[in-house]
């Protein structure tokens, strides 16, 4: 082997042990995948309903010949409705019967033969009188008439028939209106609806004395 040869293996052997010699590398992790934010989701609008509006404006009061209007479960809630619309904004409502004979708060009054305050002593059937009871009432309060004796005895048609919960009970503290007409039911107020009522009545009584009651809510007999 010539000088050059010898030289060149020299330099062969001599790389192969300085590249064994040389520390492996540490490999470099690869980047851990950055995950994607998570989808935030757009709240819904919140629903802001519109003030209700109070106008201050008397609107009419009706009243509902309820023994003889029958009405699907639909029209009903309607009715339910449109009177705690009246109630809330003028002074009070009840649907008019289907013939259109209507009533005003005034006339309502007007039409009423006894309003008063107090409280239920007794309830009966009345005797050979289907749909009516006798109800003996302990009055704390008149108001139309003025006054009265202190306890009443009345045979009223049944507001149960219409409306089981204006059911008729010993022991109710209430506001009694007994309509002149005689298939008309007696109309009773208890707890806040007290209060509501009394308000309206006292604050129209004066109007009402100079109202007359109209014909169609005047009929004693059939």
């Not at 106008?55 to 010949?65: E, F, S």
């Not at 005003?104 to 009345?126: E, F, H, K």
Request: with cysteine.
């Amino acid at each position: 082997m010539t000088d050059p040869d010898e030289d060149l293996v020299r330099r062969a052997i001599r790389a192969i042990g300085d590249e064994a010699a040389r520390p492996e590398p540490i490999p470099t992790p690869a980047p851990e995948p950055i995950p994607a934010p998570e989808a935030i989701p757009t709240p819904a609008p919140e629903f802001v309903p519109a003030p209700v509006r109070d106008t201050g404006t008397a609107g009419p009061w009706w009243r509902t010949r309820r023994t003889a209007v029958a009405v699907s479960v639909a029209a009903a809630a309607c009715v339910v409705a449109v009177t705690a619309t009246l109630l809330t904004s003028s002074g009070g409502g009840r649907p008019a019967p289907q013939d259109g004979q209507g009533q005003t708060l005034p006339q309502w009054i007007s039409c009423a033969t006894t309003i008063a305050v107090g409280d239920v002593a007794t309830v009966r059937p009345t005797p050979s009188k289907a749909g009516h009871i006798t109800v003996t009432f302990h009055v704390t309060e008149w108001i139309k008439p003025g006054k009265g004796e202190r306890q009443v005895t009345l045979d009223v048609v049944d507001p149960a028939k219409a409306d089981e919960e204006k059911k008729v009970e010993p022991g109710q503290h209430a506001l009694i209106v007994v309509p002149r007409r005689y298939d008309e039911e007696l109309d009773i107020f208890r707890g806040a609806e007290l209060n509501a009522y009394r308000a309206r009545v006292t604050s129209h009584l004066a109007e009402a004395a100079h109202t007359p009651c109209p014909a169609f809510w005047s009929r004693t007999r059939p």
